[in-house]
């Protein structure tokens, strides 16, 4: 395993996924690529307390809390899933995490979750970690 693309949207949950993927690229001394996908549309970071008041903030503070993980950030537009594969296609990764986030409820909600979408259109692995604990 060489390269690992964690997905975040600052929020607690995916900071769990962040801190999963950091370990894991630890333990198998692999670069760790955190991409920040906002939505065209989504208008809820403005007013949410839940995410960071500064991602640019979040994303430059990533190496400083995974000491001796090779740390890369990227911040894009557009759709989460769409461009968590595409990036991961794009540098070859061989694994792709991100959090389960989005994917309770009834199966109509659940099948065009983030996690579930990357789960059928990724080009890799893909490591669901189990944000509960932060919802």
């Known amino acids: 395993m060489t390269t690992i693309v964690v997905g975040t949207d600052t929020s607690a949950s995916a900071d769990l996924a962040v801190e999963n993927a950091a370990r894991l690229a630890k333990e198998r001394d692999a670069e760790l690529l955190v991409l920040l996908v906002r939505a065209n549309d989504d208008l809820r970071r403005t007013v949410d307390p839940g995410f960071a008041a500064?991602?640019?903030?979040?994303?430059?503070?990533?190496?400083?809390?995974?000491?001796?993980?090779?740390?890369?950030?990227?911040?894009?537009?557009?759709?989460?899933?769409?461009?968590?594969?595409?990036?991961?296609?794009?540098?070859?990764?061989?694994?792709?995490?991100?959090?389960?986030?989005?994917?309770?409820?009834?199966?109509?909600r659940v099948k065009d979750s983030v996690p579930n979408l990357v789960l059928r259109h990724a080009p890799c692995s893909v490591y669901i970690v189990d944000t509960r604990r932060a919802q």
Not at 63 to 72: A, D, L, W
Not at 77 to 100: F, Q, W
């Open 54 to 108: 500064d991602p640019q903030g979040y994303l430059a503070r990533l190496s400083e809390r995974f000491p001796g993980v090779t740390t890369t950030t990227r911040m894009e537009t557009g759709d989460p899933a769409e461009r968590l594969c595409a990036v991961a296609g794009e540098v070859n990764a061989d694994t792709i995490v991100v959090g389960n986030r989005g994917t309770q409820g009834a199966w109509w």
